[in-house]
């Protein structure tokens, strides 16, 4: 395959000596002559491990070259375009390089029946990739489709990241592409599947990807700042967290839903953000938790009351399924702040029999939502019946919810993340984020 590659940095480099490893006749191209003049020499314009003798593998073999900007006619098979998006003063992304990249292509590619390919490695926001993708199909004589392909390299590691990616990205409005093909082409020695998403989400995904790296780090950090007030190796500690791979080190609670709550998280958040500010530590990242997470569930009121309801039915008002447990619902919090405004709230939970409760449950019952005994009904379709709004809030009441329904002009909406058959069955449902 004939490649012409845009930016010849950390990335454009290690993307463009990879890809002529795999076998593709490769072109760098750059605004800048001094890189152009190194890759020509077989020498790496950065400083990467083991990349200048690849580079110079490639060069004697003749799959590697680079040519300046000016020189370029863009008939190639696919291009990627790997140049810099920095951040301007106040934060936000400068793209502008990508958007001179996609109007040079635009310039220099010759009118073809030959399909053409671009792949945007470079991190972009979604505005940015759908503003490329729209200029390609207006200009459907060029026949080119545009696929963002974000990268997961890493300075120091980026050839072994490329040989042995952590996933597979790709990012199209064309689901014709054999992006299977293409990737076994690009990436020869990994067996990896690869996510075909849409152009917003692997936009997203990237970010995603780079913001929960960053988050990481800030928390053993800033876990790290506590152990040293109290004097624990902050290193044990968190080889205990990592030890965890069920619910630390997992998938467990990185799904978008419902805000957390219960007895624990929320007493526990603030205790340690509460022992390390008297101790002169300042957890910014600790202390945003709960910020954030009242944040949450106020927008999802907002979200609800902008409906102007007038009856709304819980599916749902523990903290999670499978419990009786109050303290510190979100569900409560929302049930409350829909009576405070008038509407009529209607709840089923078939985990909660009020008559039992005792305790530090029946006291929040009676601090919090003592009307609960008068709206907590037996069962389903009497919850629903007549509400404008179904919140379904836990997800073991979904195949009660698929065998009563709802009133067609109900909306329900979904906390828990239903799929696509029941969205199809139930009618008109909001996801929370999706």
Same mark, same amino acid.
């Given at each position: 395959?004939?490649? @012409? ?12 000596? =990879?890809? @002529?490893?795999?076998?593709? /006749? ?28 690849? %580079? ?28 810099? *998006? ?6 936000? $992304? ?28 470079? *991190? ?51 689901? &014709? $592409? ?30 995603? +990807?780079? /913001? ?5 780090? &800030? ?20 080889? %205990? ?7 630390? %080190? ?34 910014? =990242? ?5 910020? +954030? ?16 309801? *007038?009856?709304? /039915? ?40 009020? !008559?039992?409760? *005792? ?5 929040? $019952?009676?601090? =919090? ?6 709206? +907590?009904l037996d069962n389903l379709p009497e919850a629903i019946s007549g509400s404008e709004i179904v919140i379904l809030g836990h997800r073991n009441l979904l195949p009660e919810l698929r065998e009563h329904g709802t009133r067609r002009s109900s909306v329900i909406?979904? $906390?828990?993340?239903?799929? !696509? ?14």
């Amino acid at each position: 395959m004939r490649i @012409a590659l845009y930016g010849l940095g950390y990335v454009g480099s290690v993307t463009a000596a =990879m890809l @002529a490893k795999a076998g593709h /006749a490769v072109t760098g191209i750059d605004i800048n002559p001094v890189k152009v003049d190194l890759i020509n020499k077989g020498e790496s314009p950065v400083n990467e491990p083991y990349l200048a003798e690849l %580079i110079r593998d490639q060069v004697i073999h003749g799959r590697l070259t680079a040519i300046k900007r000016d020189e370029n006619d863009c008939n190639s098979d696919a291009i990627f375009i790997c140049v810099g *998006t920095p951040s301007r003063n106040d934060g936000a $992304l400068d793209d502008s390089q990508v958007r001179q990249v996609v109007e040079e292509i635009l310039a220099n590619r010759s009118k073809s029946d030959d399909p053409l390919i671009v792949f945007n490695r470079s *991190t972009c926001l979604p505005d940015t990739h759908l503003w490329a993708n729209r200029v390609f199909k207006d200009n459907s004589d060029l026949n080119a489709n545009y696929v963002v392909h974000p990268e997961f390299l890493r300075e120091g590691s980026a050839l072994s990241d490329f040989q042995s990616p952590p996933l597979l990205l790709f990012g199209t409005e064309d689901k &014709t $592409l054999d992006l299977e093909s293409l990737s076994k082409e690009f990436y020869p020695n990994t067996c990896l599947p690869i996510h075909n998403v849409g152009i917003v989400e692997a936009s997203i995904a990237k970010y995603a +990807s780079n /913001a929960f790296h960053a988050a990481k780090i &800030t928390f053993a950090n800033e876990i790290g700042s506590i152990c040293n007030i109290v004097g624990a190796d902050a290193r044990s500690v968190m080889e %205990i967290l990592c030890a965890d791979n069920v619910l630390n %080190i997992s998938q467990a609670y990185l799904r978008p839903g419902m805000p957390y709550g219960g007895s624990c998280l929320p007493k526990d958040v603030k205790a340690l953000v509460n022992f390390a500010t008297k101790a002169k530590t300042n957890p910014e =990242m600790l202390n945003s938790l709960d910020l +954030s997470n009242d944040q949450q569930v106020q927008s999802l009121c907002s979200r609800i009351l902008a409906k102007n309801p *007038t009856s709304v /039915a819980f599916l749902g008002i523990s903290f999670k399924e499978g419990t009786d447990d109050l303290r510190g619902s979100p569900l409560v919090v929302i049930a409350r702040t829909l009576i405070d405004e008038g509407v009529n709230v209607q709840v089923y939970d078939p985990n909660i029999h009020i !008559e039992k409760f *005792t305790g530090v449950n029946l006291a929040f $019952l009676h601090s =919090m939502i003592p009307e609960l005994q008068h709206m +907590s009904l037996d069962n389903l379709p009497e919850a629903i019946s007549g509400s404008e709004i179904v919140i379904l809030g836990h997800r073991n009441l979904l195949p009660e919810l698929r065998e009563h329904g709802t009133r067609r002009s109900s909306v329900i909406i979904d $906390l828990v993340g239903i799929c !696509e058959d029941d969205i199809r069955l139930l009618g008109d449902v909001e996801g929370l984020y999706w």
